[in-house]
Nanobody, 128 residues
Framework: EVQLVESGGGLVQAGGSLRLSCAAS????????IGWFRQAPGKEREWVAC????????NYAASVKGRFTISSDNAKNTVALQMNNLKPEDTAVYYC?????????????????????WGQGTQVAVSS
């Protein structure tokens, strides 16, 4: 059974940092692209970043580039999203998702419909 479990969310002041983690199981980790998305209340789900596990390729949304870093620990089947200099507009539920194509991130990685599996999400709240 494929499982993606996010952790690390919480409440932080503007300018602070959080590190989210996505623990994956039930599939061959190296064959996949892992993406992070977020959804704020009343808004559509928004792509944040992706990483191609086998190639290590990464890509970021313009709104987070330079502040967020995505990385993977292939030995532990986990993907982390380090979020620095957080802003109130980063407040959202953050989801990790898995795309069965190892090339997904090289082609952009932002297409919601490319992802086959989703986690339950973790809440991030940034106060001003």
């Amino acid at each position: 059974e494929v499982q993606l479990v996010e952790s690390g969310g919480g409440l932080v002041q503007a300018g602070g940092s959080l590190r989210l983690s996505c623990a994956a199981s039930g599939f061959t980790f190296d064959d996949y692209t892992i993406g992070w998305f977020r959804q704020a209340p009343g808004k559509e789900r928004e792509w944040v970043a992706c990483i191609g596990i086998s190639f290590g390729s990464t890509n970021y949304a313009a709104s987070v580039k330079g502040r967020f870093t995505i990385s993977s620990d292939n030995a532990k089947n986990t993907v982390a999203l380090q979020m620095n200099n957080l802003k109130p507009e980063d407040t959202a539920v953050y989801y990790c998702a898995a795309d069965r194509s190892r090339f997904g991130c090289q082609y952009g990685g932002s297409n919601f419909w490319s992802y086959d599996y989703w986690g339950q999400g973790t809440q991030v709240a940034v106060s001003s």
